[in-house]
Every structure is written in structure tokens, then in C-alpha cells.
């Protein structure tokens, strides 16, 4: 069959929107209509080639899908035509190695990206692994829900191995697609939070999302203030893709906090050896989370405590959307609705 896509041919260039052949199902797979993708910093990282491990070319992004299942492949018995389903980054891992035994597949070697190193959710039919999509709970939207398949479950996970326990404080460095439901995550979790971003509008909606305390990082020191004002975060996650936000979270956390590495530029922080000894500090990388962690996170959101603040576009929008994302003028996400 054909279907309506939006390709990236060459790192660099725009992405063109045309229709492509999609296969029939195969073993342990399933065809899924298109209802909404959300647009991920990382489908704009993909698009650059920025990282050390580039992906497929030409390429389909987009790792926040949901859908309805149209087809079935032979073997699949857990999922039938009719179910709602997510497109996930982690689009499928070995199930046999070391990891995926342990029940920590996102480090699997042998995991495939959607959207990076196989063909994601920017096309209105898309094939994924009937074992590694998310069930979408009833009654949730799907343009609303989408956000929750890839920034909502990357930052809830990022809280949870940060160590951080209720009552604490936590800073969110990057209050973007991720940052934005990473602060209500971390306010239904129990945590006083912490919301740091360089865009007025962005904290703006920090407030308005239940943020403690606001931080705008290119006006005030936020590490001075943060050690100031509530003595050092227990945790700081850092969802923004410059290096300083990152240099700025590892120095804003007190005595045996953590600090969790999340968004992606392609930099280095120097870590300083002596302070990090002294003080205790962890400095942890979090990559998505698990299919358990998806289903935890997506219920967050079916039981309304966690809501992505979404503005709708059109996959033909796609690089207008990726060029707002390239100068921070997205707040919340952009969903593409199909
Ligand atoms: P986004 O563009 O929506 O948000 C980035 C935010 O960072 C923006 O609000 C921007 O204003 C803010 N920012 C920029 N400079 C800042 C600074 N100095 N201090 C504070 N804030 C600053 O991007 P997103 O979709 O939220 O993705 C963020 C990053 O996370 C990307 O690099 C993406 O690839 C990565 N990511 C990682 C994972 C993972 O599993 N580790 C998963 C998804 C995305
Ligand atoms: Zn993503
Ligand atoms: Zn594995």
C-alpha cells in the first residue's frame, strides 16, 4: 500500500513529504493507521545527523505515535485489529540479552529506534513490533497522549532513577516538550520543583503547570539562586539541549543529590572529581524507559495528572514546526494529527 510521509533524504536538508511503499506486516508485526505523532527534539537531531551514531537514511522520524491497528502479522496473538497503539522509541529489543532479561531493555545492543534506526510514526500507515507498542488506556485523546509516549515516559523515568523522594526539591533544567510534563510529573510524584528555561513565555507556563519556583537562566544565576533560595535540589534533570543548562544542573544540587543527564547535544561537561567525591554527588544518564514504565506513565496521564499542552499541525507542516523547535518558539508540543 502507499502511504503520505515526510522523509529525511539527506542530514541538513528539508524534509520532503511523498508517498511511500509500506510492506504488509510480517511475523510479530502490525500495520498501524496513523492518528497523531508528537514532534520530538530528537526527530530534529535525527534530521541533523548531530550525534555520535547517526540514523538510517532516507529516514522516517517520529517516536511519539498513536494509531489504530489495521492489520495483524502472522505470530501476533496479544494484539488485534481495532486495539490503540503507541509507536515508541524503543521500537523493538532482542528479548534474550542481559538487559532485556533484567527487565532493562532500553539498554539492549540490539534494540531498534523508531524514527532513527528503522522508520517511525511521520506517515499516516506505519509497521511496528506488536511485542514494544504501548496499549493506549481508554478514554485519553490522541493527539494529547502522543507527548506521553516519548517525553512523558523519558522524564518520569528520569525522576524515578533519580533517587529523589517526596518532599524533596527538584530542578528541571529545559522546560520544552520534555521539561513541560516533566514538572508535572515531578508535582504528582510529591516534589517541589524547580523550573529553569531562558524563554519568559516557557516559564510562563512553568507557573501555570504548578512550578515552585521559576528561573530564567540567561537573566539570573540559577545556581546561585537555587542554592540560595531552597539550599541546593536534591535532583536535577536536565531535558535542554545546550551544554551550560547541563554544567548549571550538576552544580545546582546539594549533599548527596543526583544529578540526570537527559537531553542530547553533542558536548561534554567537565565533572569536577574533588567536589563530586566530597559532596556525594551522582551524575546518572537516563535514556526513555521501559514498556513498565510506559504503562506507569501513560496512567498518569489517563488519570489526568499529567496533561502535555499540545498544538495540533499537519505533517506537511513538518519542517515549519522543526525550524520553531530549532529557536525554542515551541511551547509545550507539536502534534502532528493525521
Ligand atoms: P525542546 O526543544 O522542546 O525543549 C528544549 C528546551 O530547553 C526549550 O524550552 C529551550 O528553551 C530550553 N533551553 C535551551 N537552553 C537552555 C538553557 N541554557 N537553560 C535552560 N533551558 C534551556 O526539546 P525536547 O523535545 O524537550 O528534547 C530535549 C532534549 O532531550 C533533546 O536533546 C532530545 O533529543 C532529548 N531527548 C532525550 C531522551 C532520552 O531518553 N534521554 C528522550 C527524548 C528526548
Ligand atoms: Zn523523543
Ligand atoms: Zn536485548
Excluded at 540567561?218 to 539541549?241: F, M
Excluded at 558536548?267 to 554527588?281: C, E, K, S, W
Aim: hydrophobic content about 40%; overall charge negative.
Amino acid at each position: 500500500m502507499k502511504a503520505k510521509a515526510a522523509i529525511v533524504n539527506e542530514f541538513n536538508q528539508k524534509l520532503e513529504v511523498k508517498e511511500v511503499k509500506i510492506g504488509k506486516p510480517g511475523l510479530g508485526e502490525i500495520l498501524v493507521k496513523m492518528e497523531a505523532c508528537g514532534v520530538c527534539h530528537t526527530d530534529l537531531h535525527a534530521s541533523h545527523g548531530d550525534w555520535p551514531i547517526q540514523p538510517k537514511l532516507p529516514l522516517i522520524p517520529g517516536h511519539e505515535g498513536v494509531g489504530i491497528v489495521t492489520e495483524v502479522g502472522d505470530g501476533v496473538t496479544s494484539i488485534k485489529i481495532g486495539d490503540r497503539v503507541g509507536i515508541p522509541w524503543l521500537f523493538q529489543a532482542c528479548g534474550e540479552c542481559e538487559f532485556c532479561l533484567a527487565g532493562k531493555e532500553t539498554l539492549c545492543m540490539d534494540q531498534l529506534n523508531g524514527g532513527y534506526s528503522i522508520d517511525g510514526a511521520f506517515s499516516e500507515y506505519c509497521i511496528a513490533a506488536a511485542d514494544y507498542v504501548a496499549r493506549i488506556p481508554e478514554g485519553v485523546d490522541s493527539v494529547e497522549i502522543a507527548p506521553i509516549l516519548c517525553a512523558g515516559v523519558t522524564t518520569y523515568k528520569a525522576l524515578k532513577v533519580s533517587g529523589a523522594q517526596p518532599g524533596d526539591w527538584v530542578a528541571i533544567y529545559g522546560i520544552g516538550g520534555l521539561g513541560h510534563v516533566a514538572l508535572q510529573y515531578a508535582k504528582a510524584m510529591g516534589f517541589k520543583v524547580v523550573a529553569v528555561d531562558i524563554h519568559d513565555d516557557k516559564l510562563t507556563l512553568a507557573k501555570e503547570l504548578g512550578a515552585d519556583l521559576t528561573v530564567n537562566g540567561q537573566k539570573t544565576d540559577p545556581v546561585e539562586k537555587i542554592k540560595n533560595e531552597v539550599g541546593g535540589v536534591q535532583a536535577s534533570i536536565s531535558v535542554a539541549v545546550t551544554k551550560v543548562a547541563f554544567e548549571q544542573a550538576y552544580h545546582s544540587v546539594k549533599r548527596g543529590g543526583s544529578v540526570v543527564l537527559v537531553g542530547l547535544p553533542n558536548d561534554d561537561i567537565p565533572i569536577p572529581i574533588f567536589d563530586t567525591v566530597l559532596n556525594g554527588v551522582s551524575v546518572k544518564g537516563s535514556i526513555v524507559g521501559t514498556r513498565k514504565d510506559m504503562q506507569e506513565a501513560l496512567q498518569f496521564a489517563a488519570d489526568g495528572k499529567v496533561k502535555a499542552i499540545v498544538s495540533t499541525a499537519k505533517l506537511e507542516d513538518i519542517n515549519e514546526v522543526l525550524a520553531d523547535m530549532e529557536q525554542g518558539k515551541i511551547n509545550g508540543r507539536v502534534v502532528l494529527a493525521f
